[in-house]
C-alpha cells in the first residue's frame, strides 16, 4: 500500500471553469442540395473562487489529489489498534487477563485508484445558489475501485432516559464494537443501518455491513 496517497489541496481565485453551457451553433453549408450541420460549443458560466479538495489516490509521486490510471490500483489493508488497560470481556464470555490491543480503524481496498470530494464558492451568475451571484458546489465524493472503511467504538455508550410515569426508554446504547465484531461501517455508503434494543432505545451499527467487504487478494 505504499503507492496511497492522502492529502489535500486549497485554491483561492483560480478562475478555472467550473460550469459550462452547451449551444447549438449552424454550420454553415454551401452544398446543393445543402446539407448542413450543427455542432456544440461549451460556453463557460461559472468560475472557481475557492476550492478546497481532499482524498486519497494511488499516486504518492503527485501532489496533486485523482486517480493515475497509468498506475496499478492499489490492493491491501491496514489495521490500527490502540492499547486499553481494562478491556472489557467479549460477548463470548472470554474475559481480558490484562491490557489488550483492540482495533480502531480498520481499512480494505482492491484495485483502489481514488476516493475525494471538493467543495467550492464560484461565481455562478446565471443560477446562483448561495449568495447572488455566489454558488455552494460540492463534488463527490469520487470512488475509482473498492474502498472500505470501518471505525470501531470501544466506548460502552448507554445514553438512555426513562420518561416518568410512562416507564418508557428513550436513547442510545452500544457495547464496545470489539466485544461482539460489531464496527461501525462508514464506507462505502449504502443502506444507514438502525436498530432498535426496545422501546426507543436505538444502536447504529454504520452504512454498510460484513457482506461489503473485499478480499483485497483475491483474484
Known amino acids: 500500500m505504499e503507492d496511497l496517497q492522502i492529502g489535500y489541496n486549497v485554491e483561492f481565485l483560480t478562475f478555472n471553469v467550473a460550469e459550462t453551457a452547451d449551444i447549438t451553433v449552424p454550420v454553415p453549408c454551401f452544398d446543393i442540395p445543402p446539407i448542413c450541420e450543427e455542432t456544440l460549443l461549451a460556453v463557460p458560466v461559472a468560475w472557481d473562487l475557492v476550492r478546497a479538495t481532499a482524498g486519497i489516490d494511488n499516486d504518492a509521486d503527485s501532489p496533486a489529489i485523482g486517480a493515475n490510471p497509468a ?44 476516493l475525494s470530494m471538493s467543495v467550492a464558492i464560484t461565481l455562478d451568475p446565471l443560477t446562483p445558489n448561495l449568495i447572488i451571484p455566489f454558488s455552494l458546489d460540492v463534488t463527490g465524493p469520487t470512488l475509482s475501485g473498492d474502498f472500505v472503511f470501518d471505525f470501531w467504538s470501544s466506548a460502552n455508550t448507554n445514553e438512555i432516559f426513562t420518561i416518568p410515569l410512562f416507564d418508557y426508554d428513550v436513547g442510545i446504547k452500544n457495547v464496545p464494537d470489539y466485544t461482539d465484531n460489531t464496527p461501525i461501517h462508514l464506507i462505502p455508503l449504502n443502506t444507514i443501518d438502525i436498530f432498535n434494543h426496545y422501546d426507543l432505545v436505538f444502536g447504529f451499527n454504520g452504512f454498510h455491513g460484513f457482506g461489503d467487504h473485499v478480499d483485497p487478494f483475491a483474484p
Do not use: N
Not at 83 to 96: E, F, M
Open 71 to 114: 498506475k496499478p490500483g492499489v490492493d491491501g489493508f491496514f489495521t490500527l489498534y490502540k492499547k486499553l488497560g481494562s478491556p472489557a470481556a467479549l460477548d463470548t464470555g472470554t474475559t481480558p487477563g490484562g491490557p489488550e490491543f483492540v482495533p480502531l480503524l480498520a481499512l480494505q481496498v482492491k484495485d483502489f485508484r481514488e
